[in-house]
């Protein structure tokens, strides 16, 4: 569903992902660990074409992304949510996700993406900025959800979200998946919610991949190691 091949990603001459290569099945999802400054975001953003990339390839249901826009990414089916969840404060939680919906030509937000998210649908017409981080943590994956995604991108979700937030929102992402048969790949450094969510795990250190393991083989101590400054 997705495949980054030998891709590379630079800032200016400085060059922060070095060659990865990451497959990504259909109704798979995969979290992607590392510390702070390890390209995480950097993968993601590149992924979005919010980055150029260098050199490389991305193909998502083999379709090659590389020289598109965002826009036209998300209009073939790639959704992101990204780190601090860059909601419209000001709009009300409905408007912020009918801004999804436009790359559909929909203007109706389903019931279904209420039925996933029902605190959205009692908070409707409140402002986004007036909602607690979990909420709005919501509201953009909502968001995202609205432009029917075959693969959706987040980027570091748990940042700033209370514990028992984290494990509703585990089983939300993967009741995603399992619903609407979409592929997910989650950057996170909380290991734990790594180990909830995901099918694999993959380790990013210094712009490379270093571990690439299935859930079940999962040694937590060896990737803990990778995640301690």
């Known amino acids: 569903m997705l495949a980054i091949s030998d891709l590379h990603v630079a800032y200016g001459q400085s060059e922060v992902l070095h060659g990865l290569n990451v497959s990504v099945q259909p109704n798979e999802i995969v979290a992607i660990m590392g510390r702070n400054g390890m390209g995480k975001t950097t993968l993601m953003k590149s992924l979005m074409g919010i980055l150029p990339t260098k050199s490389g390839s991305v193909k998502m249901d083999g379709a090659e992304l590389g020289a598109m826009p965002s826009y036209e990414r998300v209009a073939k089916g790639l959704a992101y949510v990204p780190q601090g969840r860059m909601i ?8 912020n996700i009918e801004t999804g919906l436009v790359v559909r030509g929909e203007s109706e937000v389903p019931g279904s993406i209420y039925e996933l ?6 908070m ?3 402002r986004g900025g007036n909602l607690s981080g979990g909420q709005q943590q919501q509201l953009a994956i909502a968001r995202a959800l609205a432009t029917q995604p075959k693969v959706l991108l987040l980027d570091e979700p748990t940042e700033g979200i209370q514990p028992s ?6 089983r939300t992402l993967k009741r995603i998946r399992d619903e609407r048969g979409l592929s997910i790949v989650v950057s996170e450094q909380v290991l ?3 180990l909830d969510v995901a099918d694999r795990v993959l380790v990013i250190e210094n712009g490379e991949i270093v571990r690439d393991d299935p859930r079940d083989g999962v040694d937590a101590a060896q990737i803990s190691k990778y995640l301690s400054v």
């Open 117 to 122: 998210f029902p605190v959205l649908l009692e």
């Open 124 to 126: 409707k017409n409140r």
């Open 192 to 194: 734990s919610f790594a």
């Open 88 to 95: 419209f404060s000001t709009m009300t939680v409905k408007e």
């Open 165 to 170: 937030i984290i494990k509703d929102m585990a």
